[in-house]
């Protein structure tokens, strides 16, 4: 379905001086939330890939402290060089960023003026780490209070590297982002919460109010930030102002080999542009996006914005897919994966757009918590593919159906011992650790919580969070607070320990019965539980004539001894039969008295054997 | 008689093979009230812990598995030797003369069978990437399937014909009790002055057991959740399907070259 709901109003065709905001961000910004507001006008020369960029950033010392310095985020520069921070870690391991850099990227800025104090201020800088420009101190010349506002005029420079990590160009392809001089967080007790780039660190910065216009070459489509107030075409180049209130990040995405579709989801404009030819998978990321939407609506929130956009890079720049900016996400995954039953597509899809909540509305310090975005945006993208596809969400194929819970779980039992999830982005050794701990384990932790203590109460713990710290910085006492609220004590104990490395494993110590004078049978049944995590555990226990007795235990200690009464002897024991305890690494040892010999295995096991002997054998 | 030997030499090696994932998943599973039916659960919670973790208690360890390997590859070329065998100009009229040839050849055999699988997997995989790579300036990414599908055909192709080229080599160990380089010799000259008839002869009892395995496979994998054991039975018999195939195509190659050879050899007698 085409929606053609672009409004062409008043249009900054000029860099804005001092243009008003449309009353759109004035309406959706009452009482002037914002706290680092950005006017920019960027021209993109697609042959150089450069921008130069112009405009105005107003900024509001939101904390109780009087400030003598600024810290900027050019991160642009983390490309500039192979001495830099980001570069000096090398390749990746298992993460994102595999690709070597063909083109260095940078950000000059050529002024940053700041009008009430009558002073150029980027004559006086430094940075924050040697031989690495992404961490910027601007000094100021005197205190500016509590409540005071700066006026920043600023212009620069942005050279776009060769695709990598999530922002460049590959051919004609523009993924802009993290292209402007952007102020860091200043935290309420006066702290900057600034830092260099780093290899697995993503982002943290103010609400505030984005009025940007782009300047590309006419046959350019533009998805960007926010929803398009104007579209000007005019001597062969082709300006679109996007307004984005109370978000906390702008990026853009320019090309002109896009093309692009719009649906309407419940009065959300979904846009997706894509590659010529991979209509289909725009198809099938729109159709998802439209049935998530709905269900983060009702968990987390109302979607607030009144756009969102869909950008599927092509194959040369599939690193900057699968990420999330602020209405904005990239998505990717080949069809390959779908002719052998995978919903990547679908995946990705869903992850980035939970991120529109746990990242984009719950705007958390994604260097110091990547578990706080990571984590939680992957717990949400399990609970709708799972709704989805219930069973199978992960995988179905050649009779097997796996669940993606069941697949994150695998990852989160490797990245056990691998350390604390709760830790610096900068602190991860590889891509594994990671993303085993930030995003695995993470999730697992939380799908643990929900199976043990009851989807509804975990539904509720993290709507609660989402709704009462949107448009802010929650942290992690926040969320283990919400935690403690709707689903209890015990189960914030868990989430604490487990976000500090703890593990649980859960096993069958022993098991007994006999007659008792009555005529029946009583018995016991013996448990073990290891690691710093506690959790009550469920056992069944079916005796010879088939009838089976639920037994719990509250799983404090290291051993319980549950008793046990039944009509026959017991003939198996099988310690979490409704697998809820997804954070123990060890299934092993859980079962017993059950049938010894594997039928069906022998014969798969064999009949591949006969398949592969047609090739080597006679 | 000898297909036979084949099929139940087949069958057992099989087993033996399956033994090795039935023991270490079943180690895994420990003794799970539901058996192996929580592998084929929805959700597969049990089925990802197996696979991660059957390795780590299989039976036998990386070198045995590997002797094992070879040892099957010697044991398969004796059935394989005697089947060829049966078709040669003077095929052995006793059974101790039959293990004999089989025996002789069989070193050669089991070096062919190891190179013929190098050949057939490497051209495979060498294929498939090198159309995968040269396609990629001109098909978009949902069309990624196609390349990979154009690069297997061919793939494939070049596999069949490492295939017919190494059941030449055998003949002719066999046929003429030739080494393994001066076979090959006569084997690509064969191929190449015959190469339509035992193309047609190879590729129409290729595609017949391709349908009879596909079969085979449906029936096997409705069988194999109720009726595990039936399906090993029926998949051990379907066995018998490539089998009799391969025998009877060694019978084609044998009435192919029986006149050509004698021509290829005038051939060469005659200077020109
Ligand atoms: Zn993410």
């Known amino acids: ?618 | 008689m000898v297909v036979g030997l084949a099929v139940v030499y087949r069958a057992l090696a099989s087993g033996l093979l399956a033994s090795i994932p039935a023991v270490a998943v079943s180690r895994v599973l420990g003794g799970h009230p539901l058996g192996d039916a929580v592998l084929w659960e929805p959700g597969g919670v049990w089925l990802l812990e197996v696979v991660r973790r059957a390795p780590s208690h299989a039976p036998y360890g990386a070198y045995p598995l590997a002797a094992a390997v070879f040892v099957s590859l010697f044991a398969a070329s004796l059935p394989l030797a005697l089947i060829v065998a049966s078709y040669g100009s003077d095929a052995p009229s006793t059974w101790t003369r039959a293990c004999q040839v089989a025996l002789g050849v069989a070193p050669r055999f089991t070096l062919l069978a190891a190179l013929v699988i190098t050949a057939q997997t490497l051209s495979f995989a060498f294929t498939t990437a090198l159309v995968g790579f040269a396609s990629r300036p001109f098909v978009s990414v949902s069309d990624e399937r196609w390349p990979f599908v154009v690069g297997a055909a061919l793939g494939l192709g070049f596999a069949f014909g490492i295939g017919i080229l190494g059941d030449l080599v055998r003949a002719s160990v066999v046929w003429r009790n030739e080494g393994v380089w001066a076979s090959l010799v006569w084997a690509q000259r064969q191929a190449r002055q015959g190469y339509r008839a035992l193309f047609v002869a190879a590729a129409g009892r290729a595609l017949l057991g391709a349908f009879g395995l596909t079969v085979c496979a449906k029936l096997v994998l409705a069988l194999l959740p109720e009726r595990p054991v039936a399906a090993a039975f029926v998949s051990v018999g379907c066995g018998s399907i490539p089998v009799a195939l391969r025998s009877s195509w060694f019978g084609a190659v044998a009435r192919e070259l029986g006149a050509k050879a004698v021509v290829a050899s005038l051939d060469c007698e005659q200077p020109d």
């Open chain 1, 1 to 618: 379905m085409l929606v053609a709901a672009i409004e062409v109003t008043s249009f900054a065709a000029a860099p804005p001086s001092d243009p008003p905001l449309a009353t759109l961000a004035r309406a959706e910004t009452a009482a002037g939330q914002g706290v680092a507001s950005y006017e920019l006008y960027a021209e993109l020369d697609a042959e150089t890939h450069r921008i130069r960029g112009k405009g105005v950033i107003r900024w509001r010392n939101a904390s109780s402290v009087p400030q003598r310095e600024l810290w900027l985020h050019a991160y642009l520069n983390a490309f500039k060089d192979e001495r830099t921070r980001l570069m000096r870690r090398g390749e990746p391991d298992g993460f994102r960023g595999g690709t070597s850099l063909g083109h260095h990227g940078s950000l000059e800025v050529h002024r940053l003026r700041a009008r009430e104090l009558d002073a150029e201020l980027w004559g006086g800088v430094t940075y924050g780490e040697e031989d690495d420009e992404t961490d910027v101190r601007v000094p100021l010349p005197r205190e500016v209070a509590p409540g005071e506002s700066l006026t920043l005029d600023v212009e620069f420079t942005a050279s776009l590297p060769s695709v990598m990590l999530r922002t460049g160009y590959a051919g004609r392809f523009h993924m802009v982002a993290q292209w402007f001089p952007k102020l860091a967080r200043l935290e309420p007790d006066g702290r900057w919460a600034h830092f260099s780039l780093d290899r697995f660190s993503e982002f943290y910065a103010d609400f505030g109010d984005y009025d940007v216009t782009i300047d590309v070459p006419e046959a350019f489509l533009v998805g960007a930030t926010g929803a398009p107030v104007g579209d000007l075409s005019e001597g062969g180049r082709r300006r679109v102002r996007f307004i984005a209130p109370r978000v906390h990040e702008f990026a853009f995405a320019a090309w002109d080999g896009f093309e692009e579709v719009r649906q309407l989801a419940g009065g959300v404009e979904l846009v997706a542009l894509f590659p010529k030819g991979e209509g289909e998978e725009a198809d099938l990321e729109l159709d998802v996006a439209t049935r998530a939407l709905a269900h983060f609506a009702e968990r987390y929130g109302p979607y607030p914005y009144r756009r969102l956009t869909l950008v599927r890079p092509p194959r040369e720049a599939a690193e900057a897919g699968g990420m999330e900016y602020p209405t904005l996400i990239t998505t990717g995954a080949s069809t390959r994966f779908r002719a052998v039953g995978l919903r990547s597509i679908e995946a990705i899809t869903v992850h980035e757009l939970a991120h529109q909540w746990f990242y984009g509305l719950l705007a958390t310090n994604e260097h110091r918590y990547p578990y706080l975005d990571e984590g939680l945006t992957s717990y949400a993208e399990l609970e709708v593919m799972e709704r989805f596809w219930p069973g199978n969400s992960g995988f179905d194929g050649f009779g097997f159906r796996v669940s993606e819970e069941a697949a994150y779980r695998i990852a989160a039992a490797d990245a056990e011992g691998r350390g604390r999830v709760d830790r610096a982005s900068s602190e991860f050794a590889d891509g594994h650790a990671y993303g085993g701990l930030v995003y695995a384990r993470m999730a697992t932790t939380l799908r643990t919580l929900a199976r043990v203590y009851g989807e509804e109460r975990m539904q509720r713990a993290l709507g609660v969070y989402a709704r009462v710290h949107r448009f802010s910085h929650p942290r992690p006492m926040d969320l283990v607070a919400a935690v403690k609220a709707e689903v209890g004590e015990a189960a914030a104990v868990a989430l604490t320990a487990a976000v500090e490395g703890g593990s649980v494993d859960v096993r069958l110590d022993g098991w007994e019965s006999h007659p008792d004078a009555g005529g029946g049978f009583v018995g016991t049944v013996s448990l073990r539980r290891e690691g710093a995590v506690v959790l009550p555990v469920e056992v069944d226990v079916r005796s010879a004539r088939g009838s089976v007795t639920r037994l719990r235990w509250d799983g404090v200690g290291e051993q319980g001894i549950l008793p046990w009464r039944g009509d026959a002897p017991m003939a198996s024991v099988l310690v979490d039969p409704d697998d809820r305890i997804l954070l123990d690494a060890r299934l092993e040892g859980r079962a017993s008295g059950g049938p010894k010999t594997t039928p069906r295995v022998w014969a798969l096991a064999a009949c591949l054997a006969q398949l592969g002997a047609s090739i080597v054998w006679p």
